[in-house]
């Protein structure tokens, strides 16, 4: 009788633990996915999309059921379709253990935004975790950049340094057709 009681009572403490550190671990999952705008996306070997964050939601307009067994290119313009590209980057997740990539995602109204996709192998290697990053207010500020860094700003024209580059594009074009 007094080792069935101390197993149940063993066995009680575990599973008052085991509860203790799930509802912990519930309560982390739901602040990271409150502050993160990014998308969590877990996949199979084959790309199926076997679990995802609810900000899929805010970034692509569909629920979590709705992407759930289908494959990554649901999500975005897959660029690893290409298998030269695609064992490249298994090499460098391998060697390095994640992988940064760019791509265009896909809403479901349609429209598109610029992705940046980080990409980390599991252990097992039967799939991967991506985390996908709208970056559409990074590609604004870098045209902005851009066009402060080639124009000057009192006159609204190519500065000297962007003309100079311009000319000496022109220059190879015309030495390719014999123009010089």
Known sequence: NIIFLSLAGAL???YHRWRYVTAKQSRLESILE????DVFVVINSKRTIIMCNESVKRMFGYDVDDVLGKKTDF?????RSDPKQKHEIYDILERD???IGF???????GTT?????????????DGAVLLLRD???????????????????MTGVMN?????????????????HNFT
């Open 113 to 125: 935004l610029p992705l940046e996709i980080i990409t980390s192998s599991v252990e097992s290697n």
């Open 103 to 109: 791509a265009t995602g896909r809403r479901k109204d």
């Open 135 to 153: 970056i559409t207010e990074r590609k604004r500020m870098e045209k902005k950049l851009e066009a402060l860094a080639t124009m000057d700003m």
């Open 34 to 37: 409150s502050i993160s705008p």
């Open 12 to 14: 009680l403490i575990t």
């Open 97 to 99: 253990g994640y992988h």
């Open 160 to 176: 000297r340094r962007s003309g100079l580059e311009f000319l000496r594009r022109q220059l190879e074009i015309a030495k390719q």
């Open 75 to 79: 999500l975005y313009f897959d660029r």
